[in-house]
């Protein structure tokens, strides 16, 4: 079946330095991606969204890009800070018809001071 | 906060034990979600509700019962578990189904023993 995955599981930043996480999906029907911020003993929350009819989208302080070509998502964080620590994952969603979303299994992102 | 609210925070419970899992959502949505989310793995939707009646049921086992009393409460009747069952049940709310706009819990951590 399709599956949505991330390429580590973990990763080390130093504190104000960029960091990415990436992600790949497998679902070529897939017309909206979400990545998702969990910190600890929290729910996930939304971050920022991309439709596959763009390849970029900025947010405060974070960047998606979109390569549609080889299915791959990337999360850029700039100058990272401690708040910033937390397990990222990425969903996506399949073409209209079915509005579910698949979820990744997530990187943690582990800020060092 | 998010505004979804989740009680208990930590539960738990023996194999043969009853316990309920309760969401409230203060955000005026009428469509509300169940999911596990177990270590390693992405999350994995268990049932949805909309304006208090069930959509979808991903072929949960029936030691899960969830009931929707109106659109601002969600429980997960929980009874006869199994030690796999351990996990986090997050809870979400969004408007009309709206997968993408959903707002989640901090969550239930169960541990089945």
């Known amino acids: 079946g399709e599956s949505v995955g991330l390429h580590l599981p973990t990763l080390s930043v130093q504190e104000g330095d960029n960091s990415i996480i990436n992600c790949a999906y497998s679902n070529s029907a897939s017309d909206y991606f979400i990545w998702y911020k969990q910190e600890s003993g929290k729910g996930p929350q939304f971050i920022i969204d991309i439709r596959s009819n763009m390849d970029k989208r900025q947010g405060q302080r974070v960047t998606v890009l979109l390569n549609k070509t080889v299915k791959h998502l990337s999360l850029q964080i700039a100058a990272t800070q401690p708040g910033d620590s937390a397990v990222y994952f990425c969903a996506e969603r399949e073409n209209f018809g079915n509005e579910k979303l698949t979820f990744g299994t997530g990187t943690r992102l582990t800020i060092i001071p | 906060e998010t505004g979804v609210t989740q009680t208990p925070r930590h539960l738990v419970m023996g194999m043969t034990n009853k316990k309920s899992l309760k969401c409230e959502q203060h955000?005026?949505?009428?469509?509300m979600y169940w999911y596990k989310q177990s270590a390693k793995k992405p999350l994995e939707l268990m049932f949805v509700?909309?304006?208090?009646?069930?959509?979808e049921n991903n072929s949960v086992p029936s030691r899960f019962s969830p009931e929707c009393p109106n659109s601002s409460h969600l429980f997960l009747h929980l009874h006869t578990l199994q030690p796999e069952d351990s996990a986090l049940y997050l809870c979400?709310?969004?408007?009309?189904?709206?997968?993408?706009?959903?707002?989640f819990g901090p969550g239930t951590r169960l541990t089945v023993t």
């Open positions: 955000l005026g949505h009428n469509a």
């Open positions: 979400a709310s969004s408007q009309e189904q709206a997968y993408y706009e959903q707002y």
């Open positions: 509700y909309s304006l208090e009646e069930r959509v």
